[in-house]
């Protein structure tokens, strides 16, 4: 392991060098290139670009940094995120390739520019902390006044900037020397901590005061959202999956605010079919409606699916409204449907009739059919609902002009030819 002091002194070889875009080698440095060379040299390879290495290692707040450690600004206040990287080397000193025209050189954290670009420090793996050469440095004590309180308010200086009203009340902390009881009960009667829950106050002290932590849940909650969204058959864009994650890590989302959530993006793929837990439900709709003698539409296949993901609806409700329809729609029945017998178990004398009289499979009658929806929904002469009696209905399907087409028709046709025949002393 390379200790960092040795990464310290590494860097102060390359003092004086001209700073270059994208430079990357002793010819020239920019602050990520300087970096990332030092530490290649002794064999630790680090992102090229400072957005990437604030990402890798430990954070370290400013009043434990360690010669070797990184240290990260945000200098271009049109982006967010670090642009500028230098590397600490003791006494509240760091060397960075500052900036076009100007050589690498040494700065100090007192610097009110740096101060106030403050984004955090970093440990990098495989180096190991040295002491603090000079940890006393006058310089320092003042200067990371506003770092260390944060710190020990338990949050960052970088999240304080990133909030004025947040930030104004620290300035006057640190004037007035409040105590940390003090400064928390002004903190609570603040309008951030009132208008965000613990965990979103969390979540936005972690993404100014540990970017890599941050970014590392944020990514593993993307990953969940998207197995999640596939799961209950949600088809989510970009911007619906990250506003997802968002509500996981940010507000702490639990199951029943999630499918709430996936629910509204419930879509019928190319196919025409519903995924994951929506296409359950819509196989189980359909199959309530078929038992059920109920006419659906795709349109309600899909609301329902959806309602059932969000948590609005249950299939236990569905059913029941289904039965309510079939108890309607075939009154002769109503008592029966409502007691929980399904309407294409009660008509299937009926079917088990067209298929016998007409000669058609069984398979292909069902209560839609439109003889056997007549025959069940019929009313009497009184005007009361009674199903039409099987015998009449045989004897109906024996009308049709299909049923002449049969092979019972022409034997039956056959059986009275031969009958009348024999009656006529002209059998055969």
Known sequence: ??????IANDARRYLGVQYVWGGTSPSGFDCSGLVAYVYGQRGI?????????IQVGASVSPDKLRPGDLVFFDTDRKQAGADHVGIYIGGGKFI????????VKISSLADSYYMDRWM?????PGVSASPDPNPTAGEVTPTLDAHELAETYGMSYAFFKSQPELYKMLKSAVAGQWSPDRFQAEVKNSNWWKKNSDTARQAQVLQRTDPATYKAQMEAARVAARKLAVQAGAVLSDKAT????????WFGWEDAQINNYLGQYIRFQDNEVLGGMAGQIAQAIKSEAY??????????????????VRGLTTMEKIQASMREQSAGLYPAFAEQIKAGADIQDLAQPYIQAVAQELGVPETDVSVYSPKVKTALSRVNAQGQPEAMPLTDFAQSLRNDPA?????????????????VLAQMGLGI
């Not at 049923?403 to 009958?419: E, N």
Request: glycine share 12%.
């Open 291 to 308: 038992k059920n003698g109920v006419a659906v539409t795709k349109q309600s296949i899909l609301n329902n699916a959806q309602y059932v």
């Open 120 to 124: 955090g420090g970093r440990r990098v």
């Open 403 to 419: 049923w002449r087409r049969t092979q019972s028709a022409q034997d039956k046709v056959l059986g009275i030819g031969r009958q």
């Open 1 to 6: 392991m390379t200790s960092g002091a040795d």
């Open 96 to 103: 960075h390739a500052a900036r076009t025209g100007q050589p």
């Open 45 to 53: 390879q680090l992102p090229r670009t400072s957005y990437n290495q």
């Open 242 to 249: 990250e506003r997802l994650a968002k509500g996981m890590v």
